[in-house]
Structure formats: C-alpha cells, structure tokens
C-alpha cells in the first residue's frame, strides 16, 4: 500500500503497471494522450515494458490484439473519433475471445466536439461493433476508483476473455489528488499463439472469426452469450445511497455520479427523500440491485452528460418492474455540479 | 514438386477453386517454412480476402484478422514475442487499398515481420471488382468494359522500397515462377530472422475465376500482368 498524490491519467498507467501490464499501442488523442506518454516514459526506462506507436487507432488496436495473442498484458487507449476507429479491432477481439483492455476517456461528439466532459460514448463503447457487445464496461467515478477499476479491468479481461474497458472522461484524468496504490494479485497471460508446451506436443492452432456456416457461427455465438451471462453476476458492481426509505431514487454513473452523490447528501440534511443508484459496471448492468432499489420509490431520475444513452439502460433494465414517474436531466458533453444536481432533485420531489 | 510437411493434411483438398494462384504461392510458402526448419516458431497471420481460405492451410499457428488488419497484427505479435517468425499474407486490396497505410508505416519502422502479398490485379473473394493494382483497361466487375480504371496501377513493392532507412528485402516473383518465388520468400523470412527489418514479397498470382480464363488463358493473361509489373528484387531506386 502506497498513498499518493497523483493525477488521473498517471494513475492509469499505474494501475495498468501493477496489474501486470507489458504493453501498449496506441495514437495520441486528447485527453488520453498522456496515458500513451506516460506509457511511453515508462517504457524508456523498464525495457521489459512494450511500446508502439501506430499510424493510426486501426492499427494501435490490431497490434494491441497482436501482442495479446503472442502471451502480452497489452493494452491501449482512446477517445471519441479514435475510439470509432478502434471498433474494427474491438469487434475481433470481441468474436476471438480476446482479453483486450482499452481505457477510453470520453469527448463530447458527434464528431471532433469537446475533450473535458461527455457520457456520450457508452453506446460506442458498449455495443459498438457489429455483434451482441459481449464487452464489460467500468465506469469510475473518482480517482481511487480510477486506480481500482483500471486494476480490475485486467483482471476481469484476463479471467473472463471479453474485451474489457474503463470509461472514464477529460475531468477524470485531469483531476489531481489522493490515492492509494494497493497492488492486489493478478492473474497471469498466456500466449494465444506460439505457446511452446503445446507446440513441443506436435499441437498446432488456426484461430478464425470468419465461418462459412450460419450454424458454425450461431454455435460460437451461442457460447459467448452463455459465458457473458454466467459472468454477469460474478462481475457487477454499484454503489447505492439512501436508497431504503427515498422516494425518488436518482441513476446517475460516473463522475456525473460524484456530483449527484454530493446533492443527495445535502438533500439529506434538508430532509429530502432521494437516494442515489450508481452502476459501475455499466455492461453487464446490475439489473437485479436496480430493480431491488426502486421497489419502493416513486419517482426516479436519471442525470447524465449525454441525451438519454444511459437513460434507455435504465428503462430497460427497470421495464415492468416499477410504476414510478420517471424524469430525467440530460446535459449532452457538459459538466454537471452538486448544486445543479440538487435543483433538479428539490424540482422533482 | 513435394507437399509441404507443414501442411495440415486434414485440410487438404484446400478450399481455393481449381487452378488458383494462391496454392501455388502457398506451396511455395510451405516448402519455405520447411526449408528453412521455422515450423515451430512461425506465425502464420492471414487477411480477409481468398486468403482467408488458408486460415486451416498448415500445421503452423495461424490467426485470420480482419480485411487489411494482418498487418498490425503481424506487427503486435512480434513486438510481444521477437523470437517468432511472424509471416502475414494479404491480397493486393488489402494491402494496398485498405490496408496499405498499415504497410508503409510498418515499413518506414522497420518492423521485423514479412508480409506476402498476392497480386491478381482484383478483388477476388468479393467477385471481382477493381483494384489499386488493375491494369489499365481491364475489364472486372466494377469497370465494365474497361472504362474507370487507373491509368498506371500502384506498384506496391517499388512504393515500399521508397520507405525507411533502405534496409528491407522487396521482390516481386510469379507463379509462373514458382521456384524463384520460393527464392525470394525464403529470403525476406531470413531477413526478418536476422534481425534486419521488414521483408516483402508480392507474389502476380491467377483468378481463373474471376477473370473467367481457361488454363491457356490464365497463363497468357498472366504474362500480360508480367509485362506490367517488373519481376524481381527491387532496391531502393526502384530498378530490380
Ligand atoms: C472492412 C471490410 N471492408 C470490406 C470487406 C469486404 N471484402 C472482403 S475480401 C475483399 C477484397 C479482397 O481482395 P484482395 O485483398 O485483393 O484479396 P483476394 O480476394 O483477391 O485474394 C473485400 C473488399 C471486408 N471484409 N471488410
Ligand atoms: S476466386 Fe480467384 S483468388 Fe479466390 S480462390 Fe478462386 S481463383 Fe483463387
């Protein structure tokens, strides 16, 4: 254990580096660059770290994949159009079953747009390839969490096999502050390919994403879905506060959550009845704990930076399970404060 | 000829139609592999074109990416392990269309992989269109009648040779050649088991079915593509 005072985009690599990690590709994109330059620095000074920067996301991600399949914790990083050019290689390491992590900090889009504050690409980042989004999404609200849930993306990537992400924002890895360095255990990569046990036993493996057979396919995807299901309770995380007795239970994720979670508590000590539900895992979604926590409400909210994407989540996973009133405050690619966040909740209640 | 020993048996029969170019070159490959002992330490990384019919093709380990992908990927396998002989194997449109952004970088950092690519003037696994490598007024799915093709193709292995620091190994060879071809495949992978950087092979190939030629027509049509792209190892100021 190690307390620090750091910035946000130092402690990703950090957490990247204590679980494990011995590779990134990546390009620069505002605001992840400093994670390609922070990598790059470490690099320079650990040889057994590797480094490549790529023409462009396509290739940062492709390689990214290459160095996992040859035994590497590799990784990379990306923002808004880089994380659109990413896809291609997110979508094949989503159908090979390959344990890729891609920190992305979210831009306000469409298009090159802004670089501090945005929600707007969690359905780019959840479901974002031509698939089913077999894919685990984090979504760290401050700068400890940063540093466990980028550890844990490893983990989680590693021991499951779905591409893994930490969706994060500008604000998040500009942020200075506290925190503590907790190495935990990690679990080991293996080669995909070239792994010499099975190639001393005459064992040979042609691995393939492009079937001939509808069947053959339907039968993989099958699988895939099946295991993402098994995970799904094994790996959901939320926070919840003042929950049990609220009326209006407010949804909230990320660092839009800090910021709600600042106003349901001087809510609180005006005597309003409103909780706060907070998913960090945003896929799989803890549908069961939501459905649980608004059971006796009867009004709930959802805030983001963006129009309605994590709100569609919400409904879908509360459809039929609750008659509460629903409202909702979307401020696309902008900053949410505690004080703004209180108003809307005195508006609703 | 002797079949490959890499070869998966059970594969075989491959999947490509009959009189395709890519069995030669991949023959050839095989006979490489072989010859130069790397069956155990090769990677066989392929892009989506036909050439993704050989993601099974030989007892090597072998990874099928995405079309114009192999390349980056061949990239990240062996800066994650230096000691594999990574060989990646593309089409002309996915090297040199989609891919070719991949390919130069790759090149301009020496990255110490080689990439085979198979010239047959079209997009042969979508059927037939255009591309960077059609020949002036040849007639393919998308330029009908000759009409909207380039008025000099690319010539992928005299671009790259323009790349870096000069230190690369570029051919062209034929399969109307296939032991010269062997040649040079042989030595871009010595190349890269050196240590020297990227090595790269394009390999004028036949699509009788694309084209539509018979056997007599295959050939002559590939003597036509021969007249087009010079054959041989090519330096940095583009002579061979
Ligand atoms: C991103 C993407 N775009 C388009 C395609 C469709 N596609 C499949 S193969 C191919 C072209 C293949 O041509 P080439 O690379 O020359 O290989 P050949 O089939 O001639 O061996 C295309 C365009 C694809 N699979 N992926
Ligand atoms: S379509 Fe052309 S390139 Fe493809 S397998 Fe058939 S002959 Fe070979």
Redesign the pocket.
């Known amino acids: 254990m190690n307390k620090v005072l750091a910035i946000g985009n130092e402690v990703v690599v950090e957490a990247a580096i204590d679980a494990g990690a011995s590779m990134f590709c990546g390009y620069p994109i505002t605001p992840s660059t400093e994670i390609l330059a922070g990598w790059a620095k470490r690099a320079d000074v650990d040889k057994d770290l590797v480094f490549l920067q790529t023409e462009d996301e396509i290739a940062a991600g492709f390689a990214t994949i290459g160095g996992i399949l040859a035994g590497k914790k590799a990784w990379t990083a990306s923002a808004g159009p880089g994380n659109i050019l990413m896809q ?1 290689s997110l979508a094949m390491a989503e159908a090979m079953r390959i344990p890729i992590v891609t920190y992305i900090a979210q831009r306000g889009g469409p298009s090159t747009g802004t670089v501090i504050f945005s929600q707007q690409e969690l359905f780019l980042t959840a479901h974002g390839g031509n698939g089913e989004g077999m894919r685990i999404v984090y979504s760290p609200g401050n700068l400890q969490e940063l540093y466990d849930y980028t550890f844990k993306a490893f983990d989680a990537a590693w021991r499951y096999r779905f591409p893994t992400f930490i969706l994060s924002d500008g604000y998040l890895g500009k942020t200075f502050g506290e925190v503590i360095y907790h190495k935990g255990k990690t679990i080991d990569a293996k080669p995909m390919l070239q792994d010499k046990e099975r190639i001393e036993k005459g064992e040979y493996v042609n691995i393939r994403n492009c079937y001939s057979l509808e069947d053959e396919l339907a039968e993989v995807l099958n699988k895939d879905i099946e295991d993402f299901h098994k995970m799904s309770p094994k790996i959901v995380e939320y926070e919840e506060l003042y929950c049990g007795d609220a009326e209006l239970i407010v949804f909230a994720h990320g660092s839009v959550a800090e910021a709600v979670k600042a106003a349901v508590s001087m809510a609180r000590e005006q005597k309003m009845k409103v909780g706060l539900f907070r998913p960090i895992t945003l896929r799989p979604l803890p549908k069961e704990a939501m459905i649980k926590a608004v059971r006796k409400a009867k009004k709930i909210m959802v805030i983001e930076a963006a129009h309605g994407q994590f709100a569609k989540l919400v409904r879908d996973a509360l459809f039929g399970a609750t008659q509460a009133e629903y409202y909702s405050y979307f401020k696309p690619a902008e900053g949410i404060v505690p004080e703004e966040a209180l108003e809307k909740i005195q508006e609703v209640l | 000829m002797s079949v490959p020993s890499c070869y998966k048996k059970e594969t075989k029969p491959a999947k490509f139609c009959p009189g395709c170019g ?1 069995s030669i070159v991949l023959k050839m490959l095989g006979q490489a592999i072989d010859e130069l002992g790397i069956q155990k330490d090769a990677v066989f990384s392929i ?5 993704l019919l050989a993601w099974d093709f030989y007892d090597v380990d072998t990874v099928q990416t ?3 992908r192999t390349t980056p990927v061949a990239v990240g396998i062996k800066r994650g392990n230096p000691k594999s002989v990574v060989i990646a194997y ?5 090297a040199y269309a ?1 891919g070719l952004q991949s390919l130069l970088h790759s090149a301009l950092r020496q990255e110490n992989v080689t990439v085979i690519t ?1 010239n ?1 003037t ?5 059927g037939g269109q255009a ?1 960077p490598t059609t020949m002036p007024h040849e007639v393919t799915d998308s330029t009908p009648n000759g009409d909207f093709t380039l008025e000099s193709p690319l010539m992928g292995p005299e671009l790259v040779s323009q790349i870096g620091n000069g230190d690369l190994y570029i051919a062209r060879g034929s399969v109307s050649n296939p032991m010269t071809l062997k040649k040079y495949i042989k030595k871009a992978i010595t190349h890269q088991m050196e240590g020297k950087g990227f090595s790269f092979v394009e390999a004028l190939s036949i ?1 009788p079915t694309n084209w539509k030629t018979d056997a007599k027509g295959s050939f002559e049509f590939l003597k036509t593509m021969e007249e087009v792209y010079k054959l041989g190892e090519i330096n940095r100021d583009g002579t061979s």
């Open positions: 291609d | 890519h892009d989506i074109g036909c050439s995405h079309h114009g593309t089409g002309d449109g996915g989609i198979v047959n079209l997009y042969a696994m979508t591309a699509c």
